[in-house]
C-alpha cells in the first residue's frame, strides 16, 4: 500500500483558502487519493477523491500533480468549523480497505 | 441519510471481560471496519470483512476477533478485556470497488478498568 506523507500541523486565517499537502510518491497507476476529516470526538468524514485529473465539489478542490506524486486539498474559504485533523489516504490494493496516516492538524483561527 | 450505527457510546468493562462492540450499517456496502484511534497513533486498522462470513486481519488484530453473520452488522470481540485496550474504536462501511468513499460511525469510547 502506498503511504502518504504530510504536514503535523497548519495554520490558516479565517476567510482564507487553506491548502494542504500530501505527498504520495509511490502511489500505483489504478490507486485513488482520498481526502477525510475529523472534527474533534466525532468519526472521519469523507471529503473528495479523484485519480488523475483535479476534482472539485461543494466542500473543497483537490489538485494531484501530473505525476500524481502529490497532492493539495483546498479549503476555499476557511471557517472555524473547518478546524479539524485531514488526513491524505491512498487506496488500498485489496478491496476497499483505507489505512490512515497521522494526518495533518488544521486550525483556523478568526 | 446513510447511517453506521454503534451500539454504545461510552464503555466501562472489567479486565478479563469479554467485550462485544456492535456495528450496523443500512446501506447495504460490502466492505465493513473495525478500527482504534489512540493519542499520537492515530486511527489503526484492527479488522476488515469484505462480505458476509469473510475477514482479513489489519495492522493490530492480537487480542480482537471479529464476526459477520448479517452483511449489516459487523462485530469486534474483546476475548479478555485489558487495559492497553482502552481506546476509541471506529466502524466503518463502504461498497465494494476503487472508487468508493467509507462511512464512518461515531465511535465507541471503551475504558477496561
Known amino acids: 500500500d502506498a503511504k502518504t506523507t504530510q504536514p503535523t500541523s497548519m495554520d490558516c486565517a479565517e476567510g482564507r483558502a487553506a491548502n494542504l499537502p500530501c505527498n504520495h510518491s509511490?502511489?500505483?497507476?489504478?490507486?485513488?487519493v482520498y481526502w477525510y476529516r475529523q472534527i474533534h470526538s466525532q468519526g472521519p468524514q469523507y471529503i473528495i477523491h479523484g485519480l488523475k485529473n483535479n476534482e472539485t465539489n461543494e466542500m473543497a478542490s483537490l489538485i494531484i500533480t501530473e505525476d500524481r506524486k502529490s497532492s493539495t486539498l483546498i479549503l476555499p474559504h476557511a471557517t472555524l468549523r473547518d478546524t479539524a485533523v485531514y488526513y491524505c489516504?491512498?487506496?488500498?490494493?485489496?478491496?476497499?480497505?483505507?489505512?490512515f496516516g497521522q494526518g495533518t492538524e488544521l486550525s483556523v483561527k478568526p | 441519510d446513510v447511517k453506521v450505527t454503534q451500539s454504545s457510546r461510552y464503555l466501562v468493562k472489567r479486565t478479563g471481560e469479554k467485550v462485544f462492540l456492535e456495528c450496523v450499517q443500512d446501506m447495504d456496502h460490502e466492505n465493513m471496519f473495525w478500527y482504534r484511534q489512540d493519542p499520537g497513533l492515530g486511527l489503526r486498522l484492527i479488522y476488515f470483512?469484505?462480505?458476509?462470513?469473510?475477514?482479513e486481519k489489519g495492522d493490530i488484530p492480537e487480542g480482537y476477533s471479529v464476526s459477520r453473520e448479517k452483511k449489516e452488522r459487523f462485530s469486534l470481540i474483546l476475548e479478555s478485556a485489558s487495559t492497553n485496550q482502552t481506546s476509541m474504536y471506529l466502524c466503518?462501511?463502504?461498497?465494494?470497488?476503487?472508487?468508493?468513499?467509507?462511512?464512518f460511525g461515531q465511535g465507541t469510547r471503551l475504558t477496561v478498568v
Open positions: 470483512s469484505y462480505d458476509v462470513k469473510m475477514k
Open positions: 466503518a462501511s463502504s461498497s465494494e470497488g476503487w472508487n468508493t468513499e467509507a462511512f
Open positions: 509511490t502511489i500505483s497507476g489504478n490507486e485513488y
Open positions: 489516504i491512498v487506496k488500498a490494493n485489496q478491496g476497499g480497505k483505507l489505512i
